[in-house]
């Protein structure tokens, strides 16, 4: 029997008919074969519109669906469910973009309009030819991950937890708390970073639903939506965590230090203001969570040339162990959150800024450091001599908005420079000069937050500088850092000489997101944050079911955004535990097992170990649970076995010759 | 009236269809000669399709994918990388100028590319003038599912 196929062209208000004409798709919808009906509606996905699908299935024995209106990365899901609730297998819907790429692509609305019929009449080939499918129901595994144990992955970690759930949170470094963790003050309340923060990450530790494994890094996941199953490498501390009770003898007795010691002249390290102890066995802080130190391999003398040990021997419950080895296993969830961070541009790539060639020029990060009660200077704020600066210069926007280097703004720089400026005056009779192109003081207390530096004596200059040299021209620049730039208000160049430059640098990706959003499948912007599903509807989950994104690995933001991000992608995850089960699309690959020669050329070629030799028939199979649909098998199959279903070749190739006649 | 090239688009559901969405999104206006039909990868493409597709009145084919190493599919877009060359080859030898016959990598935040890549081949194949391959593959003979 003939199929009766439905086609419901969209207005989309005027975004669809403002350019292809209506009546004339319509008119040509009619002429297509096995067209039953043809409807056109303002808006097919409104409930009235989907009614329209709903009661002609129903009630004219329509048994075909054809949408023509945005695109199915929009709309699918809603149509087939539409057909799905009037009793139509959701599989008999096809739907053809003539929206996003017609009538909004298309300069002139006869070339829309032709257009529109090719792609419908190509919908219309394709839907007389598919076939019902059934969805697939799999278990979840209420279980979650949480990659990285920054701000974002501790609150998502405790929501989860206080669920009643289990959570695994993997950080790679020997402690959580993330860059946060180094703060010294948070705008615009100006709250000690380290008091508000330690009291969660002391919960996660003690948390019965958290399994916090800690200096570990991901190697692989596999999997899906339910069920992900994730190779972990805890790597070795050299500590052992049961044993160690925290005394700390082992680093105060410990020989060597991990990073550059101040010496001479350089009585502080700008590039080396460590939070816990500089030496070689350390706490990353003293409020590490775990509190149990680490081990670092290539400054520690035992591990370079065979003698010391000392910290063995301090050591009073036997804990330090160097023959330590790496720990692989794997951990089975049903999600996983992905909290991965930043990393913060290399500033030293503007040359122009002196960053690494001059003496005292810090990132923001670096002043951060400085300026904690934890840090090797105890919080006060001096330069490389030992000395307090008599004047500060804090440069915005080093790298962002920036087309050379990137083109966003990285949000958080302007309200930490007003926290900087705030700090230095609190702390020293400095001057502080804020060279920016914008204020942007958009969130919730910013704006008073300005207007109360704007009263504490803070030198404004709204000018990017271009330019941080310490060659000076003129005498009251001998000995200092000068600041060249363009003062837009006073509408000249000018030259400010500073004893200190703090740069703001911009928020970017960390360095290794590339291969973690492989490990995922994760898309990443051309700015390299982690894509999200939809920039403004769906912000912390992703192309992939079940695996969801929060705070700076999604976009530059601050702790309160970061905080609320966390704390979505933890509901998403949870409402996903609930369910208990979900639906996997049927949309994968079978092999025909009359037409199988069994030459296994399948075989190596899918991702996922989806296809299998059969010995006793000596014919290929593919495993439902694991193949993906992606096609590359049946493209590839010499005789013509395997079907992708809802891709199929004759479904294709109808398709293809439906938009091109 | 000047010659429309009639050009077949194979987009790969992640990157480059998304990619063309958000040249949508963003209204970018590019040249109208592009009829996109959507596979969830390139790795899908087998080479009939595009036999078909020039044995049916194509001028061009455009096949967009995901830039290597960022398939969804891990390695889809390898084998298309492998595939779409050979294909050329031959396709060259029966007098298809190869500027007929394009395999790009879009990502779905390359709308931009979307419209340049359509806009280029549009040209190129203006320029070339219509295909008219008459003769029909018979497709009898060829894998059927």
Redesign the interface.
Known sequence: MPPKIGVYICHCGTNIAGKVSIDGICEFAKTLPNVAIVREYKFMCSEPGQNLIREDVKKKGIDRVVVASC????HEKTFRKACQDAGLNQYLLHMA?I????S????DNA??T??AK??LR?AVAKVALLEPLENKEVPINPNVMIIGGGIAGIQAALDIAESGRKVYLIEREPSIGGHMAQFDKTFPTLDCAACILTPKMVQVGQHQNIELLSYTEVEKVDGYVGNFKVKVRIKSRYVDIEKCNGCGDCWQKCPSWRVEKPKGDKKVVHNALTLGPPKSIYMPTLQAIPAVPVIDKESCIYFKNGKCKICVKACPTGAINHDMQDVCTEIEVGSIIVATGYDLFDSSKMQQYGYGRIPNVLTGLEFEHLNCASGPTGGQVLMENGEPPKSIAIIHCIGSRDKNYHEYCSRVCCMYALKFAHLVKEKTHAEVYDFYIDMRAFGKGFEEFYNRLLEEGVRFIRGKAAQVSNEAIYPEEEGKLVVRCDDTLLGRVRRVPVDMVVLCPAIKATNDA?EV??LL?L?H??DGFF?EKHPKLAPVST?IDGVFIAGCCQSPKDIPDTVAQASGAAAQAMSLAARGSIEIEA?TSVI?EDICTGCRICND?C??HAIEYVLDKKISKINEALC?????C???????????KQ????Q??A???G??? | MAFEPNILGIFCNWCSYTGADLAGTARIKYAPNVKIIRVMCSGRVDPQFIIKAFSKGADGVLVAGCHPGDCHYIEGNYKTMGRIPILKQMLTQFGIESERFRLEWISASEGDRVAEVVNEMTEQVRKLGPLNWKKETDTKDLKHS
């Open positions: 695109s199915p990365l929009m973009n929206r996003e790429h017609c909004w692509v298309t300069e070339s829309a032709e257009k090719a792609l190509g590339a959003a492989r499948g898309c912007s051309k894509a192309a949309t025909d070629l991702p996922y993906k649909g992606c096609g590359t049946t493209a590839a199959c010499p005789c013509g076995a395997i079907s992708a891709f199929k070749d004759n294709i190739m398709e293809i010759e938009v091109l006649s």
